[in-house]
Every structure is written in C-alpha cells, then in structure tokens.
C-alpha cells in the first residue's frame, strides 16, 4: 500500500476549500467588530459632551507597565474636531483634545479599574501641526474632563474658554479615536456634532 500525491487539480480544491472557511470564519469578526463601535457628540450652551464605546470593561487595567519602554504612550483618547460632508472631505481643525497617559521614566507600576487609569492620566488641548505625512502636537491650556459614563468614555468640558477656542468655527463632524498600545488595540468611531 502507498500514498500518491494529490494532482494538482486536487490540491487546488482543498486550498481553495481552506480559504473558503477562513474567511467565511473571520468576515463576521471583522464586521462585527466594526460596527460594534459608537461614539456620540453634542454641544449645549457651554458643555461640550463626547462618547465612544469602551468595549473592554471597567476592570483589569494596568498602566506604567515594565513592558512599555520609558517616555511613550500606553492609552489614549481623543477628539478631532472637523468642517465637511465626509470625513475624506472633510477640513480637519488643527485643536484636538483628549487625555493621554505616558509612562515616564520611574514611574510606579499602577493597576485598577478605567477610572482610576484615567486619573492617572493627563487631560488637556494640543494644537496638531500637519507636514510632509507627518505630525507633531504641542500642548495648549484647556480645561478638558474624561471620565466613565455607562461603559463608554466621556470627554468634554464646560469651560467656555476652552469651548470658544475648540467650537467658534462650528465644526460639524467628530472623529473619536482610542489608541491603546497597552492593551494592544485601536479604534475609532466619526458622528455629526449636534447643536442645542
């Protein structure tokens, strides 16, 4: 008794019957994953309100981590502020707010709930500078709040400075994004702004 090779027209079939299931598998994945996120952003008077999902719970975060090499980012979340009909035509304001959380150099390893996380972390404005597919941001004052709001990631203010300097041009879509390298994930969600 032997084994003979498969023909050609053989193997073929059972590639293609392979990659049929694989991607049968992961489709759903992926756009499960995709439309599972939703963000949403309003202005009233002068509060500033900004929510995205928060898919990974309130517990179980570990920040300042050994892992994380001194001086780089481990979380963040922020509000890019935009004019236009679809985020690829859309003039991209040059004022983002969030909070980040680096790990600087001795830093104490901390771990605890989001909340405490983001208490950890620093909130503010940056003004964002675009050049040569490249970017680099430096700080402005802002009086930016983040918090937890029923499993979703508040980011806002009340301060109408801040409100002034970020809404005056009245932008009228909002791309919310989350840059987790410390939970290895990224994601991003953009809604209209709505006005009250």
């Keep these: 008794m032997y084994l003979s090779m498969p023909t050609n027209k053989l193997l073929s079939e059972i590639i ?9 598998l ?5 756009v499960k994953a995709e ?18 999902d928060n898919p990974l719970g309130d517990d179980d ?22 004019k236009g009909t679809l985020p690829n035509q859309c003039n991209w304001s040059k004022y983002e707010f969030g909070l980040s ?14 909340q405490e996380l983001l208490r950890s972390s620093y909130a503010t404005v940056w003004e964002t500078h675009y050049e040569n597919n490249s970017s680099s941001s430096s700080v ?15 980011l806002g203010t009340q301060d109408a400075d801040t409100i002034n300097l970020l809404f005056t041009d009245k932008p009228n879509l909002a791309e919310i994004s989350a840059f987790l390298p410390g939970k290895d994930i990224e994601y991003s969600c953009i809604t209209e702004i709505n006005y009250y």
């Design 61 to 82: 975060w570990e920040w300042n981590s050994s892992n994380t090499p001194d001086n780089s980012m481990e979380y963040r979340w922020k509000v890019r502020l935009g």
């Design 101 to 114: 959380h680096f790990k600087f150099p001795n830093s104490k390893a901390g771990k605890g709930t989001l």
């Design 26 to 30: 992961l489709v759903p994945v992926f």
């Design 16 to 24: 293609m019957k392979i990659f049929l299931v694989f991607i049968l």
């Design 140 to 154: 402005i004052s802002g009086n930016v709040k983040v918090g937890v709001y029923e499993n979703q990631i508040l």
């Design 35 to 52: 439309s599972a996120i939703t963000c949403h952003a309003e202005i009233i008077e002068n509060s500033a309100v900004f929510l995205i």
